[in-house]
């Protein structure tokens, strides 16, 4: 069986799908999973999609492995996996997501070692995410090097917005040297942007459309045309609407508040904005919005009223942008499953003439993975849930390129 393989690297996690060609590419993958605790006591959690059996694996340790050989070890341990459980697999393709594709890249690519190069030139924008997915590469270079691979971008998706919309009102040298907002989440906008003509018809799919991709990184996107025309994260994907730890848009002063009367140095802010805020940081309690939505103690309902006010607002902010809505779509963990959460940024909504399906939101779909209307018949603006599938994405661009 001839498949493709996508990997998303990151710190501490290898996260795997395999999309068999059989004979064309399945719209699931047969085998996914991830190895997390990567430095420290990995271990792979998977499943096999066509018979739904599940698998968890302890991985061993080489000793003395620094970080890059445990994401080595890492990979490694996930091919014999693959191949023990699916005897026969032949790997014809790797598609990788990669956080950063700057100005360097407005579509996915072909990787060589001197696209690789290229991209390690982007490291000092996204220190948190670039390093770890390039990792994956090289790494797959070495053991593996008759499989092409690809690399797909969520910077790429937002390269259709107008230059104003990229822009910070700093001095141009600082613009000419890379620092302006990018936009990230572009493989699961991208995803949705393809879904939307079956949905909505082709015409109200070129309306005005906003796409909340809410997970524990959350940002907001506004279509036109099924194209990014603006999106709520900037130069880094810590801008924006609250997420789990992560604070989103900020008072540039509070940071030099910080730096001048409290002596944080830049890592000490970077743990700050990235890993104590957001949820976390404003319950004291959790970044998962179900144990928030379960608890009952003021912070919890503090936590989850501030989130939802900041979308509000960009919601707002994105409708100004695009001069109406047509469509409003949640998609990733909370905007899939969390109910409750769509119910409140609707009811904040009705401004926009949103009017829910109280019965539609809280149901659900028949399945899954299938799209579903979450407005009532007569809203003037239809809202949907959308699981995205920014695996399927990659698999359909590795598969473009490379055949």
């Given amino acids: 069986m001839k498949a493709i393989l996508i990997l998303n690297a990151g710190s501490s996690s290898l996260k795997f799908a395999l999309f068999p060609m059989t004979p064309r590419l399945a719209d699931l993958p047969q085998l996914s999973g991830q190895v997390e605790g990567i430095g420290a006591e990995p271990m792979m959690h998977a499943r096999d999609n066509h018979s739904g059996e599940r698998f968890t694996e302890a991985l061993a340790v080489p000793e003395g492995a620094d970080q890059n050989g445990q994401h080595r070890n890492a990979l490694e341990f996930v091919f014999d996996w693959i191949r023990r459980h699916s005897p ?8 990788h997501r990669i956080v950063h594709g700057g100005d360097h890249y407005s579509g996915p690519v072909v990787l060589s070692p001197d696209a690789v190069s290229t991209l390690e030139t982007l490291i000092p924008l996204a220190p948190l995410h670039q390093p770890h997915n390039l990792r994956a590469i090289k790494s797959l270079f070495s053991l ?24 910070f009102p700093l001095p141009r040298a600082l613009f000419d ?22 949905l909505l018809g082709d015409e109200k799919a070129r309306g005005g459309i906003v796409v909340a991709h809410l997970g524990n990184g959350a940002s907001m996107c506004a279509l036109r045309d099924g194209l990014s025309r603006d ?7 810590v801008d924006g ?42 319950s004291g309690l959790s970044s998962d919005m179900r144990t928030l939505l379960a608890s009952e103690h003021p912070a919890a309902r503090e936590a989850i009223d501030l989130y ?3 979308i509000r607002r960009e919601l707002g902010s994105l409708a100004a942008a695009l001069g109406g809505v047509d469509s409003l779509v949640f998609t990733a963990g909370i905007g899939e499953h969390a109910a409750a959460i769509r119910a409140r940024i609707c009811h904040d909504a009705a401004w926009l003439g949103v009017k829910l399906d109280e019965a539609a939101n809280g149901a659900g ?15 003037p603006v239809s809202v949907w849930v959308i699981p995205t599938n920014e695996e399927l994405v990659i698999a359909r661009d590795a598969l473009s390129l490379v055949g």
């Fill in 231 to 237: 999106t709520s994260m900037g130069f880094t994907a």
């Fill in 144 to 167: 593996m090097p008759e499989v092409r691979q690809v690399g797909c971008f969520d910077t790429s998706f937002h390269r259709t917005r107008h230059p104003v919309a990229a822009r």
């Fill in 365 to 379: 779909p028949s399945e899954p993975e299938l799209p579903h209307r979450i407005s009532r018949p007569d809203s």
């Fill in 88 to 95: 026969g697999v032949e790997i014809v393709a790797a598609g």
């Fill in 308 to 310: 939802a006010y900041r």
């Fill in 177 to 198: 040297e890379g620092i302006k907002r990018y936009g990230f989440h572009g493989l699961s906008y991208e995803f949705v942007a393809r879904q939307l003509p079956a």
């Fill in 241 to 282: 609407i609250m997420m789990g730890t992560r604070t989103g848009s900020i008072d540039p002063g509070v940071m030099l508040h910080l730096i001048e009367q409290k002596g944080m140095d830049a890592k000490a802010l970077s743990n700050l904005v990235y890993k104590q805020s957001g949820l976390l940081g404003v």
